[in-house]
């Protein structure tokens, strides 16, 4: 498609503001000085989303049942995601945020995987879960916080004998705002790890398996974030 785009001569010799913004238009160039239906900046902080409510209760009950009728076999995370009640959100709690109540069954595992995303986790009813976060194991005890920082395996199990649950923060829609996602599945084939027995990353602590700028630090209640 031919767009008949001005030349640097005739624009420097147009004497019509009007014309010169049209033609500038097709460069895909805009003057910033005129006004905009949508500014790009305001007076004062706002945000689109608004404050809500999703109950644990409500939340625990969806994942009994879902606990009955889909294994992580299917469901890699059994999980409900707080989708912020405004238009046109499919999947964000926040600008920058992905939150969700997640639940796993005595004696499941739910399968590594890795993202870079960080995520955030605390544990609201666990007795005998835990996570592996590249290749170290970590307990998911009720009170616990366990951090997985961006791009480090992880995957859940629970050696109890009562469904676990606990919440889930991650930072998914800035690290998409930002553009780097990556994601990898031990399940996908062709991925590297898919190579590796499962085994290794959840059933037992194992090798370090990312890169020694992504290995986590142990704190006393699990893996801290990178500075
Ligand atoms: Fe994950």
């Known amino acids: ?95 920058t945020l992905i939150c969700a109540y997640q639940s796993i069954l005595p004696g499941e595992k739910a399968r590594s995987h890795r993202h870079a995303p960080h995520a955030l986790r605390v544990i609201l009813e666990s007795h005998g879960s835990y996570s592996v976060v590249d290749g170290e194991k970590h307990p998911m005890e009720t009170g616990d916080i366990v951090l997985t920082p961006g791009w480090c395996w992880h995957g859940h199990g629970h050696e109890g004998n009562e469904q676990a649950y606990w919440f889930d923060g991650l930072d998914i829609p800035l690290t998409n705002l930002l553009e780097p996602m990556f994601t990898r ?36 209640m699990g893996t801290s974030a990178r500075p």
């Open 1 to 95: 498609m031919t767009l008949n785009l001005t030349s640097p001569a005739t624009l420097r010799q147009m004497d019509s503001l009007q014309e010169l913004c049209a033609a500038m238009e097709k460069h895909n160039m805009t003057p910033g000085w005129i006004e905009r239906e949508q500014p790009m900046m305001w007076a004062e902080p706002k945000s689109a989303f608004i404050p809500s409510h999703w109950s644990y209760a409500t939340a625990k009950a969806a994942m009994q049942a879902a606990g009955r009728l889909i294994g992580t076999d299917k469901a890699e995370r059994r999980n409900f995601v707080m989708r912020n009640p405004i238009p046109d959100n499919d999947t964000a709690t926040l600008r």
């Open 185 to 220: 599945s031990t399940h996908k084939p062709g991925n590297r790890s898919s190579m590796r027995p499962q085994t290794r990353l959840c059933d037992s602590p194992g090798p370090i398996l990312g890169p020694p700028s992504h290995r986590p630090r142990r704190t006393a």
